[in-house]
């Protein structure tokens, strides 16, 4: 019994990233040239019609560039399994951007939404200003702010920054707005 349900589980978290883009800023950076909107630009439209951003993310799918912003329509004021927990995504290398909005049904999605809702409604800052705060930190161009999680009983974002080939992850405190740098 210990055996099968070992097996499904491998098969099941084998499965989850075949259906993910590929998150490796070596693939991204080549494709940053080709992207008609920033990461910044990206969450300013995604907010114009599907609420507060809690994530946004460049990834290659099927060698294009999309953009993921995960966005809570009814705002940060409700409960989270009260929000309509969304993604709006879409290739960001066409002349003119015409993303998909998805509302999540499905655990994971739902649970890792709710994580990010949480903790920007803890926070006395946006996303953009969880960016904003680490490229004062490091200069360049930023691809990813990887899923906001508690690390070391703190709320924390993790900004990646791409200044040419290079590679930087700025983790920003989301209750003070500290920071701190790893490559």
């Known amino acids: 019994m210990k055996t099968k349900l070992l097996i499904i589980m491998i098969g099941l978290v084998s499965s989850i990233g075949t259906f993910a883009g590929d998150h490796d800023p070596k693939a991204i950076i080549p494709l940053l040239k080709s992207a008609k909107m ?75 939404a709710s994580v990010h809702m949480t903790l920007f409604q803890l926070s006395p800052f946006t996303l953009k200003q969880v960016i904003n705060k680490a490229l004062y930190f490091q200069k360049g161009t930023p691809i990813d702010v990887r899923n906001p999680t508690v690390r070391s009983h703190r709320p924390v974002a993790d900004v990646v920054i791409v200044d040419d080939d290079d590679v930087y992850t700025i983790s920003v405190d989301l209750l003070s707005g500290c920071t701190q740098i790893t490559r």
């Open 38 to 112: 920033s990461l910044l630009q990206g969450i300013d439209y995604a907010e114009k019609f599907s609420g507060v951003s809690t994530s946004a993310k460049f990834e290659v799918e099927d060698g294009k560039l999309m953009l993921s912003v995960y966005t809570v329509p009814e705002g940060l004021g409700v409960e989270p399994e009260k929000a309509s927990l969304t993604e709006v995504s879409g290739d960001v290398g066409q002349a003119h951007f015409k993303p998909n909005v998805e509302v999540f049904t499905d655990k994971e999605h739902l649970a890792r």
